[in-house]
Every structure is written in structure tokens, then in C-alpha cells.
């Protein structure tokens, strides 16, 4: 059924689109492999520091995040804690981007900015969202936020940008650096600060999906029952859009 679909949707993109869209699905293949990679590392990390929740939801969608304290800039220029100020006590989706890209990062912020109005249209619908940079010697606050207005971010979508040792530093704790900024993957880290319940979802996902996840994090409770299965047919099919 989805495959028809996107049969469909290549023909009516024309050929044009459709090289592109099998370029980004195969990067998309490529990248996803190697986040993998990483969270098993993380995975098998955490099983190591003895946290039996990890062991217990044999998903390796749920990741060990341990977020730094690192002193980042906003898009405004103004001086932020990254963990105390724009994580602890929330629920949060980065995706980790640069401004000079021409491929995936486009898309993961329009599915953001989508992200962001489906969720304005909801009742009580506050999502926090956060676009790392991957190059912050280009990315000036001012890039960034001229990459923001571009997609009509709103408040509470934050663009952090900041010295090269402090963003590589958040960037390996997020699980999202890479050696090159053009191997960057579209992943979005989902994170619950008040849960400690963490997974990764594909940010080239559709918004509503992307929100259904963030949604979910954001609602998991503490209790033990809750936390366990981290994600769902809905984290499974993004994965194999
Ligand atoms: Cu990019």
C-alpha cells in the first residue's frame, strides 16, 4: 500500500524529484545504519552502568542520553546553558543541521516548521524544538536565524550554535557528530528530561508522525510499566518509510 503510494508520488514528482528522492532514501539507508551503530554503542554502554530499563526494553530505539551543560549561543546571540536551559524538566526533539546544506536539511526543517504548527493547532500543544548546528565556525547566530525565519520558526524552536569544542562535545553526547558535516544523518533525538526517556526518530518522517513520537515521549510517566516498550509500531514504520 505504501509502497504503491510512493510509486505514485515518484511519478507525479516527475524524474527530477524521484533521483532525488532515491539519493535521500539512500542516504537516508546509509546514515541509518551507522545511527545504529551508535545507539548500540549507547545501548551497551548503558547496559554496563547497570540501568536495567535499557536491558528490559531490548529496543534499540530507546538511547542513553546523557545531555552536557555546555555553554551554547542562540540564534539571538544570547549565552545559554544547553541541559539547564533549554532541556531540564522537558521534553524536547533536536535534529542537527547546517545552514549551508542543500539536501536533507531543508526538508528536516520544513518538517519541523510543520511540526511546530500542527502542534500550535492543538490545545495546550507546546513542543520544544532545537536545531543544533553541525558547523558552528559558519553557522553564526545570525545564520541561524536567518535559517529559522526561512522555515517562520516560532517561539519555542531554538537554533544553538556555539564554539567548536563545546558543540562537538553536545554533538557526541546527542549521538549526532560526524567526522564531516556532509555525513550527517536526518535524525531527530527525542527526549523526556523529566522521564529520562530518550529515542531517535527519522526527521525526514512526516510531521504528523514526527509529532505523534514527540507526543509520546512527552506522556510517558516515570512508572516502570510505562517506560519499558519504548516505541511502537509508530517509531517502526518511520523507520521503514
Ligand atoms: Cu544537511
Known sequence: MRGIFTLYE????GAGRAALL???SLVYTLVCARA???QEMAHHEHMMHGHEEAAAAGASKETAVRVPDVEVLDETGRRLHFYSDLVRGRTVAINFIFTTCTTICPPMGAT???VQSLAAERAGGDVRLISISV????DTPERMKAWGAKFKARPGWTFVTGSLPQINELLKALGGFSGSREDHSPVVLIGNDATGV???ANGLASPAKLL???EEVGQQTKSPTAEQPMNSSAMKEMHHQ
Open 212 to 214: 505523534a513520537a514527540i
Open 10 to 13: 515518484m511519478l507525479m514528482l
Open 112 to 114: 519541523f516548521a510543520r
Open 198 to 200: 530518550w529515542t531517535r
Open 22 to 24: 532515491v539519493g535521500l
Open 135 to 138: 558547523d558552528p565556525v559558519t
Open 36 to 38: 545504529s551503530a551508535a
